[in-house]
C-alpha cells in the first residue's frame, strides 16, 4: 500500500467527520477559529489514534491470519463501505452547537470506530502505521475544518452526499486490495 492508496483511505475515513462537521456548522450563527480548531484537533486526532490502536491490536494475532489476511481487509472495508452509506441514507442526526470536551469527545469516538478497523487491515499489509496515522489524521484535520466552514455556508444538502462517497472509497480500495493479492 503506497501513500496514495492512504491517502484515499483517509479520505474515506474523514468523511463521516466531515458530515459531522457540516452539522456542527449549521448550528453557529458565525464559526470562529476556536470551532474550528476544536472539530479539526479532535476529529483528525482521533482519526490518527484508532488505526494505531488497531495496527496493535491486528499485529497481535497476524501470524495467525497471513493467508487469509488479503480476505480480512476487503471485508473490513466492504462492511465499513456499506455502514457508510446505509447511515447516509438512513434518519437525519439532529445537531447541537455544544463544543465542550465530552460531546466533542463522543463525537470523535464515533467518527473514528471505522479507522480503527481500517488499522487492522493495515497490519496485516505490513504498512508504516506512523505514516498512515498521520496521512489519515492530518486529511480528517483539514476535511473536517472545512466541514465546519461548509456547514455554516451552505447548509446540510453535502451532509448524506459525503457519506456516500466515504463508503464507495473504502469499498473500492477493498476491492483494489483483493484484486492486487489475487493477481499475485
Not at 476544536?38 to 501470524?63: C, D, H, K, N
Not at 460531546?103 to 493495515?122: E, F, Y
Amino acid at each position: 500500500m503506497d501513500i496514495i492508496q492512504i491517502a484515499i483511505i483517509g479520505l474515506g475515513l474523514a468523511m463521516d467527520a466531515c458530515a459531522v462537521s457540516i452539522g456542527k456548522g449549521l448550528t453557529l450563527r458565525r464559526v470562529h477559529l476556536r470551532h474550528i480548531l476544536s472539530v479539526g484537533l479532535w476529529f483528525g486526532g482521533f482519526q490518527a489514534l484508532m488505526p494505531i490502536i488497531g495496527y496493535l491490536l491486528g499485529r497481535s494475532f497476524t501470524e495467525y491470519v497471513e493467508s487469509i489476511d488479503h480476505w480480512i481487509a476487503f471485508g473490513l472495508l466492504l462492511l465499513i463501505g456499506i455502514n457508510m452509506i446505509r447511515e447516509a441514507f438512513g434518519e437525519e442526526e439532529s445537531h447541537n452547537s455544544d463544543f465542550g470536551f465530552r460531546t466533542m469527545l463522543l463525537m470523535a469516538i464515533a467518527t473514528s470506530i471505522d479507522a480503527l478497523a481500517v488499522g487492522i487491515s493495515i497490519a496485516f499489509m505490513h504498512v508504516d502505521i506512523w505514516m498512515a496515522a498521520a496521512v489519515i489524521g492530518i486529511i480528517t484535520m483539514a476535511i473536517s475544518s472545512i466541514g465546519i466552514l461548509l456547514g455554516a455556508k451552505i447548509g446540510a444538502k453535502i451532509g448524506s452526499k459525503a457519506g456516500v462517497l466515504g463508503g464507495i472509497i473504502l469499498i473500492a480500495i477493498g476491492v483494489n486490495i483483493l484484486i492486487e493479492h489475487l493477481a499475485a
